[in-house]
């Protein structure tokens, strides 16, 4: 509750009234508006417009009346009057006045407009601005006059509407007032109110300090008592409050069976559909953390936030003098869940978890986690996990299929080209590097069990650093099916062409994962030797291409691999050589030897060989980034039986959109295409595999058996097919 809606309706009547009040008893009201306006603006530093009459009934509590009144804004707000009323009548007892006592008996307020808020700087309008008093013709400006003392006794409200309006955020809240009472006098106030906002029904009971501390002309701390109904929600506070230190101390406790129907209240639209929460907790009058804490969360649907998943039940629990503890229990996509953890303090900044458990059909985990906020945001910790199913996780978290685009219909006449695909691999967008200053991390990582792409991977270590925009991956290191893979990486997100640098090695590596990393058809079965070490510079995808330096290396030796895949990744060149692959099954690869050089954007491909059962491909060429073009030059063989045929080809021109042609023999402007005997003919890739492996050695492939001069009628099928 904000302390803007009790001091507007208790301090704007009062502070209006009774200047008004002291100055028109003795006077005809209507003839005396001038001097009533004056001491308002003295009092508040605002102007009091009284439009329409104002009347004076004597009896032995005079009423006086004023209708069509309007009392001004500060001067940042968002509109001219703080507060408006269709009348305002308020009662005065004549014996506190012989005493300079102004007692307003009641003050009622008829169809009122009061608004409340602050401005862009967070200062609240009802805070005002008082005027030094201008001495009187029978008083000297060293004398200081007799001051009169003002209390009221009730304040109703009759038909009003109050409205909040934050500057900071821009957020405004509009509550009706249907009947509203204020008891006052000399002691606490006391205020009870019904107000319907957003279709949600708010009733108020509370009990605070007196009006002169609620409007600031007594400094200190005043008591609170407050019982609140919103919608089926219900809030009591028991407590004190100091608007120096702006603090609330004392007991709060609270339910909410459906935290989404305050939603419309507060106008947060994205509340989450949390049920059955109950609440309670100590604030500590020095301020920091809450204690003697518990909550409570009922079973909850979590999908619109992660899909598939439920919340079970979530209890807090921070005991007077004893540790925290925080468990809870869910489903996701079907599957249990359930997490514990101790909470501690972690310096004077954050928050830790202690002790953490988390066990669930996709895998465990459990360590310790610190949550820091200053001097900026951190998490550091280190987290073990026995089991750790990424294929299940990503299976929940994918998105669905999109729909299926409508048939394309005929352009109208004159109707403008439709837009080209993009003519760039890389593109000019600048990569969020900013993201990387947003918080830091330092997280130690070991995964005993690691299932991902159908494979399981043992004994994953980790060490993520990122201090300050820079990040750092080392070291890094699984255990693959096939052999050890180690693995580092580091990016800095605070230089102007952030450097990222990458490395991986690994001796034995399944091939699949690599397929699927580049879009290729999955389904071979073989492992590659990688030795990748990449570094670059760029804020952008385009740049960090255009400075790439550093080498890759790939090695296969008898493996089988996807006919889909070398059918996807090699079918063009194969069809400009006038040969066809067959994409089912797989084919068995003697060797596959790769090594590419970057220097400032410019790939070179010095060793290049692909050599299967039914393919040899040789060759190399240039890939430059920078302009993304390629010049290459490849001879692909397609083995048919014992024979074979072959056209060398050469690729140009764009990386996206590559013009491929029949390369001239021997640069003299022919085409060659031969066929051969292969019967028996086992290439030899030992200086390629080497220069893949940057040098090492490393296995090499078994000798082919000779194979059987093939039958014409086998040679013809094979072409024609």
């Given at each position: ?34 001097r009533?306006?004056e ?43 703080m ?5 305002v ?5 004549l ?17 009122p ?5 602050t ?36 304040l ?15 957020r ?38 007196t ?28 407590g ?70 439920t919340l079970?039940?979530l ?6 003098g004893q ?7 869910g ?12 909470l ?29 906020s ?29 729909a299926?685009?409508p ?5 109208a ?44 991977y043992?004994?994953?270590t ?34 102007p ?6 490395a ?5 590596f399944?091939?699949?994962p ?29 740049a960090?291409a ?15 691999v996807?006919?889909?895949?070398l ?11 006038g040969?066809r692959?067959?994409?089912?099954g ?7 030897a ?10 070179s491909l ?13 060759g ?25 045929v ?14 491929a ?6 640069g ?7 066929i ?20 090492r ?8 058996a000779?194979g059987?001069?093939?039958?014409p ?9």
């Amino acid at each position: 509750m904000k302390k803007g809606w009790v001091v507007a309706i208790a301090a704007v009547p009062v502070v209006v009234i009774a200047a008004v009040a002291g100055v028109a008893l003795s006077f005809d009201p209507n003839g005396q508006k001038d001097r009533i306006v004056e001491a308002v603006r003295r009092a508040t530093g605002r102007d009091l417009t009284l439009a329409g009459p104002v009347r004076l009934g004597w009896s032995l509590t005079p009423t006086l009346e004023a209708e069509d009144v309007s009392f001004a804004n500060m001067p940042s707000g968002s509109r001219p009057a703080m507060a408006t009323a269709g009348r305002v009548e308020f009662q005065v007892k004549l014996l506190p006045l012989l005493s300079h006592r102004v007692e307003l008996a009641q003050v009622t307020l008829v169809r009122p407009d009061i608004l409340i808020e602050t401005d862009a700087n967070g200062r609240g309008n009802w805070q005002f601005e008082r005027a030094a008093p201008a001495p009187s013709a029978t008083q000297s400006p060293s004398t200081p006059g007799t001051r009169t003392q003002t209390i009221l006794d009730r304040l109703v409200v009759d038909a009003g509407r109050v409205t909040w309006h934050d500057g900071v955020t821009g957020r405004t809240i509009v509550a009706d007032l249907p009947s509203a009472t204020l008891q006052g006098g000399d002691g606490p106030v006391h205020l009870v109110a019904q107000a319907q906002s957003s279709g949600t029904a708010v009733t108020l009971d509370a009990t605070l300090g007196t009006i002169p501390q609620l409007t600031g002309a007594v400094a200190g701390p005043w008591p609170v008592k407050l019982v609140a109904a919103i919608g089926n929600a219900t809030l009591a506070v028991t407590g004190t409050a100091d608007p120096v230190a702006r603090t609330l101390s004392g007991r709060v406790e609270g339910a909410v069976p459906d935290l989404a129907q305050l939603g419309g209240l507060l106008q947060r639209q994205d509340w989450p559909a949390l049920h059955d929460i109950q609440f309670a907790a100590t604030l500590p009058a020095a301020g920091g953390l809450p204690q003697d804490v518990s909550l409570h969360l009922g079973a909850s649907d979590l999908g619109r936030y992660m899909p598939g998943a439920t919340l079970g039940h979530l209890s807090l629990t921070w005991p007077a003098g004893q540790p925290a503890r925080l468990d809870a229990d869910g489903s996701m996509a079907g599957a249990p869940w359930k997490i514990g953890s101790g909470l501690v303090p972690a310096g004077t900044t954050g928050a830790g978890l202690r002790g953490l458990s988390v066990s669930s059909a996709f895998g465990d985990a459990a360590g310790d986690l610190a949550v820091l906020s200053a001097p900026r945001p951190a998490l550091r910790g280190t987290l073990v996990s026995n089991r750790l199913d990424l294929d299940a996780i990503r299976t929940v978290f994918a998105r669905p299929a999109p729909a299926a685009a409508p048939a394309p219909t005929a352009p109208a006449p004159n109707a403008p080209p439709a837009a080209l695909a993009p003519a760039r691999v890389f593109s000019d967008t600048p990569l969020p590097w900013a993201r990387l200053n947003a918080a830091d991390a330092d997280l130690q990582l070991s995964i005993a069990t690691l299932r991902l792409g159908g494979a399981e991977y043992h004994n994953a270590t980790g060490h993520i650093v990122l201090q300050n925009g820079a990040l750092r991956v080392d070291p890094a290191s699984v255990q693959a099916p096939e052999g050890r893979v180690d693995f580092s990486a580091s990016a800095d997100a605070n230089a102007p062409a952030p450097p990222v640098a990458l490395a991986l090695r690994s001796a034995a590596f399944a091939l699949d994962p690599l397929m699927q990393a580049f879009g290729l058809p999955t389904g071979s079965d073989a492992t590659a030797e990688l030795d990748v070490a990449l570094h670059a510079t760029g804020a952008t995808p385009h740049a960090l291409a255009a400075t790439l330096d550093g080498h890759v290396g790939i090695a296969l030796v008898d493996g089988d691999v996807s006919n889909a895949a070398l059918s996807a990744a090699l079918g063009d060149i194969m069809r400009m050589a006038g040969a066809r692959l067959d994409t089912n099954g797989r084919s068995h690869v003697r060797c596959l030897a790769i090594q590419a050089d970057a220097r400032a954007g410019q790939i070179s491909l010095p060793a290049l060989k692909l050599d299967t059962s039914r393919l040899l491909l040789e060759g190399g060429g240039t890939v430059n980034l920078s302009d993304e073009t390629m010049a290459l030059r490849l001879r692909p063989l397609l083995r048919l039986g014992g024979a074979g045929v072959s056209a060398p080809v050469r690729l140009d021109g764009s990386i996206r959109h590559p013009t491929a042609a029949l390369d001239a023999a021997n640069g003299t402007g022919r085409v060659g295409v031969v066929i051969g005997g292969l019967a028996g003919s086992a290439e030899n890739c030992t200086a390629e595999l080497t220069a893949a492996r940057d040098g090492r050695a490393g296995p090499l492939p078994a000798e082919a058996a000779a194979g059987k001069p093939p039958k014409p009628a086998d040679l013809l099928r094979s072409l024609l097919r």
